[in-house]
């Protein structure tokens, strides 16, 4: 019975090692190990020995089983693993070779010049704020000092979806709600998409973005905003930028003031950009009016502050010489490619 043991052993460690598949090994260990197998069979045996041959044949039944076992288990590895080898072989990538090129997306000139202008401002204090698109009159006209029968207030020149809710026509509606839910000092800049019934051409829009500013404080005067405005304008445009402030009428600022810019092309001497005036129009700006900050809830007579508005679109075109609106707006990547 030994010698059969051993036999055993030997025979199926053998045949584990040349098996060619996990179907062979599962035989074998049928076939060895199984109900009906070699090994159960010659243990069936083992009633006809002697008490003395029983223990040692048994012990040796033991490691022959166990020897089997450990063979058909490290055979399956050495399958598995082969299988694995193979299969990342058949499905290796060269990485070596090039891949699909992926085109890179970069910013839109606007957001560049808003990103440029945000910057700026957040440098000097400033704080940024937004306010609802789709607006109520009050917070458009009424609160900023603009009366009913205002040309702004007229339904060729608003999108008005009822008579107390337009599109808004500046981020100025901003500023109220600001001031309403905050005590001075105050500084802001609202920048967003406006909306006024323009007709589309090379320099208007019926959909455009402004930049307004609010500073409210003790003791803030024009100076103030004439400074602050240089640093914007110079931070956009160059050191050697000139501005110009010209008398105006807003509603909302007394005293106001348009603010020019130096031609960039013919430095004030008069050529077709500026349409020979040597300056381009570029903001408008002056100190808060009284009465709008007592619309807010501000006294006057304690606090001062001042307010500007640029649209971002004349600044884009100003800081990277383009002469149509239009072309920040019609998507042309032969265009936009140029600030990538």
């Known amino acids: 019975m030994r010698e059969s043991l051993l036999k055993i052993r030997e025979s199926a460690v053998g045949e584990a090692a040349r098996a060619a598949d996990g179907r062979e090994l599962e035989n074998l260990r049928v076939k060895y190990l199984g109900r009906k197998g070699e090994l159960t069979a010659i243990l069936k045996q083992m009633g006809g020995l002697s008490e003395s041959e029983r223990p040692v044949i048994g012990q040796l039944a033991n490691e022959v089983r166990e020897a089997v076992s450990d063979a058909i288990d490290a055979a399956g590895k050495k399958l598995s693993n082969e299988a694995k080898l193979l299969k990342l072989a058949a499905e290796t ?9 992926l085109a890179r997306g970069h910013k839109h ?6 990103d440029e202008v945000v910057d700026l401002f957040l440098g000097m204090g400033f704080n940024v704020a937004e306010g609802p698109e789709a607006e109520l009159t009050y917070y458009c006209f009424d609160a900023l000092n603009t009366g009913e029968h205002h040309p702004a207030r007229d339904w060729q020149d608003t999108f008005y979806f009822s008579d107390d809710v337009i599109l808004r026509t500046q981020t100025s509606s901003v500023q109220i709600r600001v001031m309403e839910q905050n005590k001075p000092p105050i500084r802001i800049i609202s920048p967003g998409r406006v909306y006024r019934k323009d007709e589309v051409d090379g320099t208007h829009s019926p959909l455009f973005h402004q930049v307004e500013g609010l500073v409210v404080d003790r003791g803030i005067t024009f100076s103030d905003l004439k400074g602050t405005l240089e640093t914007m304008i110079k931070g956009i445009y160059g050191p050697d930028a000139v501005i ?7 509603p909302y600022t007394e005293p106001s003031a348009e603010v020019d810019l130096q031609c960039f092309n013919c430095h004030g001497s008069g050529c077709g950009l500026c349409k020979h005036e040597g300056w381009i129009e570029l903001l408008g700006s002056g100190m808060v009016h009284p009465q709008v900050l007592r619309n807010c809830g501000i006294d006057p007579e304690v606090y001062s502050g001042f307010a500007f508005g640029v649209g971002l679109e004349r600044l884009c075109m100003g800081r990277f010489d383009i002469r149509d609106m239009r072309m920040l707006f019609e998507n042309d990547t032969r265009f936009l490619r140029q600030f990538s």
């Open 109 to 114: 000139p606007l957001t560049i010049v808003l």
């Open 93 to 101: 990538l060269d990485i070596t070779l090039p891949g699909t090129p």
């Open 244 to 250: 110009r402030f010209r008398p105006h009428h807003f």
